[in-house]
């Protein structure tokens, strides 16, 4: 990916990151404009879904440029980023066609920041956190697990066992005592396993691993043969990169803070005892946060005849709910104003994309489309 950057401001006065054509919009454009009126807000949706697409994209972009470049309006479209797996599959490309189209079209297909590529980064690392406790629970003794988790600091010549922020989370969880998060020494036995074993049931285990191609054969594998895995072996497989939860999550959210909590709640297996086992149960909420750090920022395009376009997050409406992202239309309502439009795509069909964006998106938003 090329990364030459240059700062600079465009027209609506967003702070914003130029590479190639594009532009990442900087948090400070987004908090610069928290009291700022919103503009009318409009879905695209359509009827039949077909395998090469019904022209949804092609449509929100043509009415932007209506509104925009012909009618002098201040109009911004909120598209959702292309997974590769369409893109090289039957339906082809998502920056709509003929004269309505994003630009540059090569770019917006092809990776573009890698916010896809990070979504899987995130999905894979909870997969392997994941993976690697259930392999050190299965082989050591609750003392050793415990003192691997809670090793012990010295400070000020005192000896503690401090919990990090998503450890106290699960004492809290767990009810046990809250002053055991500045100290886990304080913690009996019988608490220390609780805190220390998530006891993860392998046949429920709910997370997958994604990869942003259509690879049939990755469908359905086999994990754990190796000699080191002592015999570990389940049966998973891997989605699309867009069907992550995670996907989903970061187009739900409206900024770094909420996504941190957001990834913390994602239920990825189930205890023997039929408890839900999160991301913040295994103490990789954070790291998946971080490497999403940059993928909370829409991307700045424009359409051919020069008209905004936010792009933001991709997931799929036949398995997530299938909408660009509540930060991207929030910002984009902000820079139109009272007077503007904003333009956004409900994936799919109506049947799913256009029924999620009212029962899933415009509840996490709090909008409604005028």
Not at 27 to 54: I, N, W
Not at 82 to 94: D, E, M, V, Y
Not at 111 to 140: P, W, Y
Request: aromatic fraction near 4%; charged fraction near 20%; proline fraction near 5%.
């Amino acid at each position: 990916m090329r990364t030459t950057r240059t700062w600079c401001r465009c027209p609506m006065e967003m702070h914003i990151a130029c590479v190639c054509g594009f532009a990442w919009i900087l948090p400070t454009a987004v908090s610069r404009r928290q009291d700022s009126s919103l503009g009318k807000y409009v879905v695209v949706t359509g009827v039949s879904p077909t395998p090469l697409g019904e022209g949804k994209s092609t449509l929100t972009v043509g009415l932007c440029q209506a509104l925009g470049a012909h009618l002098g309006l201040r109009a911004v479209a909120c598209v959702r980023q292309p997974s590769q797996g369409p893109t090289f599959g039957i339906k082809g490309g998502a920056a709509g066609g003929g004269y309505s189209q994003v630009i540059p079209m090569d770019e917006f297909n092809l990776h573009l920041t890698g916010d896809i590529h990070a979504v899987a980064a995130a999905n894979n690392l909870i997969a392997a956190a994941l993976e690697a406790r259930m392999f050190h629970e299965s082989t050591q003794s609750d003392e050793a697990l415990f003192n691997r988790l809670f090793p012990v600091r010295k400070s000020g010549g005192e000896s503690r066992r401090p919990l990090a922020p998503g450890q106290a989370a699960r004492l809290e969880k767990l009810g046990l005592p809250l002053e055991a998060a500045r100290d886990a020494e304080l913690l009996n036995s019988e608490q220390r396993r609780r805190l220390a074993r998530l006891d993860v049931d392998p046949d429920q285990v709910s997370w997958r691993r994604v990869l942003d191609t259509n690879d049939r054969f990755l469908r359905s594998i086999t994990i754990g043969q190796g000699a080191s895995e002592k015999g570990h072996t389940r049966e998973t497989g891997f989605d699309i990169a867009v069907a992550s939860e995670v996907m989903a999550v970061l187009a739900l959210a409206r900024d770094l803070r909420d996504l941190r909590e957001r990834l913390g709640r994602m239920v990825v297996a189930s205890s023997r005892a039929g408890e839900p086992v999160t991301a913040e149960d295994l103490g990789v909420a954070g790291a998946a946060a971080a490497l999403l750090r940059d993928a909370c920022q829409p991307t700045l395009m424009q359409t051919l005849e020069g008209t905004p376009v936010l792009v933001h997050a991709g997931p799929f409406a036949n398995i997530a709910h299938g909408n660009s992202s509540v930060a991207a239309d929030l910002l984009a309502l902000r820079l139109a104003g009272e007077e503007g439009v904003v333009v956004t795509e409900a994936g799919f069909g109506a049947d799913i994309g256009l029924e999620k964006f009212c029962a899933i998106k415009c509840r996490a938003s709090g909008l409604a489309p005028d």
